[in-house]
Every structure is written in C-alpha cells, then in structure tokens.
C-alpha cells in the first residue's frame, strides 16, 4: 500500500495577459490572465479582475509529493469545452472561455480563457482527484460579464475564491453551480 499524496501548495504573482474585453462595449471592465508557476507546479484554473490594471493578486499553485503512479493525485484534462465566445462583441482581440473535462475520478477547480476561439491547450493545467477536493462556491463572487458587449452569448465570469481562479457561467443569472478546491484549504 503507498502512502497518501502530499499536496505542496504555493502562489504565483507572475502572470501573462491571455484576454481582456477592451472595445467590447460590456458595462464591466475584464482582463484574463495565465499564472505562472515555478518549475514542478501546476495551475488549477486561470486569473481574472474587474478592471486593465496590472494583476494585483496571486494565484495558487500545486505540485504533489509521494504521488501515487497507479491513481496520480493530478491529471490533465481530456477535452475542454467551449463556455463563451466573444464573437460580435467588437473587441480589440477575440476571446473565449473553456471548462475543462477531467478524466473519470477527477474534477476541475477552475477554467480557463483563450486568445482567439481555438481549443486551448494548457500543459500547465491539471485536474485534481476527487477524494481530495472540496466542493466551494462561486455565487457572489463576480469578476465579469459580457451584458452590453453585443456578443452573440452571454458569459459571467466568477472567482473561486479558494483558489483565485476564474470559473465561467453561460448566463447572467445568479450561479447554483459550485466549484472545487484542494480538502488541505481552509474554509
């Protein structure tokens, strides 16, 4: 029998711009950003504020210690599914957002934003085992929508707390929908 996995967490304040809204016309300001872990770490979800300033938060980030090689503690996603495209909204770049699929026995903790409509592909991104996440949740916690954009679909883009990471709603209406975090969080 191996032993548990041990989940190092630690946070990131470097960030790369994947999208902002500018030009779009929405009633709120949004920019999107990628964290950038240090070598070994992983991401569970994108960065995402209110406003074009500079990022002014950190991200957490995860690596895992004495993982299990049979039912490793982190995987990637299998697919990623299309949330929300900007298409018609008039924005100086186009954007979208993703939720990724976790494979069988995993869940996501976040979602990701794309320049342009592709696929994403994220080798930093990873899926966290079920029995080791928690269910938290995201209503109350909005970052962005597109209301006013012009965009062929409506988008609300809220913040997991736990994590800093952005979780994507095709709607505007009040999310029932929760998100998950690593168990080893507080709150």
């Not at 190092?8 to 950038?36: C, H, N």
């Not at 899926?127 to 062929?152: F, M």
Request: charged share 20%; aromatic share 12%; proline share 9%.
């Amino acid at each position: 029998m191996s032993l548990p996995p041990v989940l190092v967490l630690s946070t990131t304040s470097r960030f790369e711009r994947i999208w902002w809204d500018k030009g779009s016309g929405a009633d709120m300001d949004g920019a999107f950003y990628r964290p950038q872990p240090q070598d070994g770490f992983f991401i569970l979800g994108d960065y995402g504020q209110g406003n074009y300033n500079s990022p002014n938060g950190t991200a957490l980030t995860i690596r895992v210690d004495q993982d299990d090689p049979n039912q490793p503690a982190l995987k990637p996603p299998d697919d990623y599914v299309l949330v929300y495209s900007d298409k018609g909204s008039g924005a100086d770049e186009d954007g979208s957002f993703w939720a990724p699929i976790p494979p069988f026995g995993y869940v996501v903790c976040g979602h990701v934003v794309q320049r342009g409509y592709q696929k994403p592909s994220v080798p930093s991104f990873r899926c966290l085992r079920y029995d080791l996440a928690k269910s938290v949740t995201i209503a109350g916690n909005l970052i962005w929508n597109d209301r006013g954009s012009g965009a062929e679909m409506d988008v609300s883009i809220y913040r997991n707390l736990a994590l800093n990471t952005i979780y994507a709603v095709a709607s505007y209406d009040t999310p029932t929908e929760t998100t998950n975090a690593p168990k080893v969080l507080n709150g």
